[in-house]
């Protein structure tokens, strides 16, 4: 059973940084998609950040481009997204998601973590 969960959450203030990390079980993620939604209140769900393990090709939302970074160490069932220059607009649950390819990841992930709260203040 896939189980991805998700860490580093939490309160911060605008301009500041936030890690997430989500660490992957239930079985061996090399060959796929790892990445990240977000939900804010009220919005759609949004794919803002993914990492394909084959080659390192990456997908950043137009939203975080230039400010978040998506990092997979060589472990394979492990992802990071560094947040800087985060901006009250950020604030909502992120999720660890995973698929097989980043054009599946795009429309919706198979795979879902239960989800962390980064919240930005103003």
């Known amino acids: 059973q896939v189980q991805l969960v998700e860490s580093g959450g939490g309160l911060v203030q605008a301009g500041g940084s936030l890690r997430l990390s989500c660490a992957a079980s239930?079985?061996?993620?090399?060959?796929?998609?790892m990445g990240w939604f977000r939900q804010a209140p009220g919005k759609e769900r949004e794919g803002i950040a993914c990492?394909?393990?084959?080659?390192?090709?990456?997908y950043y939302a137009d939203s975080v481009k230039g400010r978040f970074t998506i990092s997979r160490p060589n472990t394979e069932n492990t992802v990071f997204l560094q947040m800087n220059s985060l901006k009250p607009e950020d604030t909502a649950v992120y999720y660890c998601?995973?698929?097989?390819?980043?054009?599946?990841?795009?429309?919706?992930?198979?795979?879902w973590g239960q989800g962390t709260q980064v919240t930005v203040s103003s």
């Open positions: 998601t995973v698929d097989l390819d980043l054009d599946s990841w795009r429309v919706f992930p198979h795979s």
């Open positions: 239930g079985r061996t993620f090399s060959g796929y998609a």
């Open positions: 990492i394909h393990s084959n080659d390192g090709e990456t």
